[in-house]
């Protein structure tokens, strides 16, 4: 009689790759995120690699122009590094690929999400991402944030300059209009200093403001010259939305935005905190 053999689990693992290429990319690393030329020592106790171990790597670099040594003998990338990444960012835009993955934010923080440029009548929508958790507002393709009462208002004129935000703040303050759609007190020094606390923690939140019931946190996503492309807005219902420097909604909308500047070739100021 025939026994039935168990049936084996096949166990799953990672892909195995080339261990030199593995620790190639370490060394390039290491020298992406240098401030400066490195010497053979510092940039050997930065990889925990001996001297003798990682010449080898840095002789093939050379060769391929991935690597450079300086008059001083001081290692740097190289031409081809450049290359590279400038075919990188040529590739890169930055709608194109925050509008690809901004469906998985929403979810994630079961939120609104509104992605908006600078356009000729201020900070612009162009595209909104609902969440599976449908939340009703009135946040539409088109329309228009206001400077002086929206997170999203307040990130713009953070991080564009001031010869061309200011002018848009004063022409919001004197439409009767736009008043109409959200009457509250306006101070501009006030609303300057504000601006410089957005610019100094890298976001911005509202409260009930400019529709009350509904509450909003906004950051930026910056290029490789540190230029604000757009900012995204994480929207819904004040109950539901938790504005903690630490919470859910901001510590996950900075995580993506930051990504998203990084891949675009922005490098945050040394010291910056992560999201």
Same mark, same amino acid.
């Given at each position: 009689?025939?026994?039935? /053999?168990?049936?084996?689990?096949?166990?799953?693992?990672?892909?195995?790759?080339?261990?030199?290429?593995?620790?190639?990319?370490?060394?390039?690393?290491?020298?992406?995120?240098?401030?400066?030329?490195?010497?053979?020592?510092?940039?050997?106790?930065?990889?925990?690699?001996?001297?003798? @171990?990682?010449?080898?790597?840095?002789?093939?670099?050379?060769?391929?122009?991935?690597?450079?040594? !300086?008059?001083?003998?001081?290692?740097?990338?190289?031409?081809? #590094? /450049?290359? /590279?990444?400038? !075919?990188?960012?040529?590739? @890169?835009?930055?709608?194109?690929?925050?509008?690809?993955?901004? &469906?998985?934010?929403?979810?994630?923080? @079961?939120?609104?999400?509104?992605?908006?440029?600078?356009?000729?009548?201020?900070?612009?929508?162009?595209?909104?991402?609902?969440?599976? &958790?449908?939340?009703?507002?009135?946040?539409?393709?088109?329309?228009?944030?206001?400077?002086? #009462?929206?997170?999203?208002?307040?990130?713009?004129? &953070?991080?564009?300059?001031?010869?061309?935000?200011?002018?848009?703040?004063?022409?919001?303050?004197?439409?009767?209009?736009?008043?109409?759609?959200? +009457?509250?007190?306006?101070?501009?020094?006030?609303?300057?200093?504000?601006?410089?606390? $957005?610019?100094?923690?890298?976001?911005?939140?509202?409260?009930?403001? +400019?529709?009350?019931?509904?509450? %909003?946190?906004?950051?930026? $996503?910056?290029?490789?010259?540190?230029?604000?492309?757009? %900012?995204?807005?994480?929207?819904?219902? !004040?109950?539901?939305?938790?504005?903690?420097?630490?919470? +859910?909604? $901001?510590?996950? /909308?900075?995580?993506?935005?930051?990504?998203?500047?990084?891949?675009?070739?922005?490098?945050?100021? !040394?010291?910056?905190?992560?999201?």
């Amino acid at each position: 009689m025939n026994e039935q /053999l168990p049936t084996l689990k096949r166990k799953t693992s990672a892909p195995r790759g080339v261990q030199s290429i593995d620790t190639g990319g370490i060394i390039l690393k290491a020298l992406a995120n240098a401030r400066g030329p490195l010497k053979l020592r510092d940039l050997a106790e930065l990889t925990d690699m001996a001297a003798a @171990q990682l010449h080898p790597y840095l002789v093939s670099f050379r060769k391929m122009g991935m690597v450079e040594q !300086t008059e001083a003998g001081h290692y740097q990338l190289g031409a081809f #590094a /450049l290359h /590279l990444g400038l !075919t990188r960012l040529r590739n @890169q835009n930055a709608y194109r690929e925050t509008v690809s993955r901004v &469906a998985s934010l929403a979810d994630d923080l @079961q939120l609104m999400i509104a992605v908006t440029v600078w356009g000729l009548h201020g900070p612009t929508i162009v595209y909104v991402q609902e969440s599976s &958790a449908r939340i009703h507002a009135n946040v539409q393709v088109g329309n228009i944030f206001l400077m002086t #009462a929206t997170a999203t208002g307040k990130v713009f004129a &953070a991080y564009l300059p001031l010869s061309i935000t200011q002018p848009m703040v004063r022409q919001e303050r004197s439409d009767r209009t736009l008043l109409e759609r959200g +009457p509250f007190e306006f101070d501009e020094t006030r609303y300057w200093d504000d601006v410089e606390r $957005v610019r100094a923690r890298g976001f911005e939140t509202t409260r009930d403001l +400019p529709i009350p019931g509904v509450s %909003a946190v906004a950051a930026p $996503v910056f290029d490789h010259t540190g230029k604000i492309q757009l %900012a995204l807005t994480a929207i819904g219902p !004040t109950s539901m939305i938790d504005l903690a420097d630490h919470g +859910p909604a $901001v510590t996950g /909308l900075l995580r993506f935005t930051r990504r998203m500047s990084s891949e675009l070739g922005h490098r945050e100021p !040394t010291g910056a905190e992560g999201g």
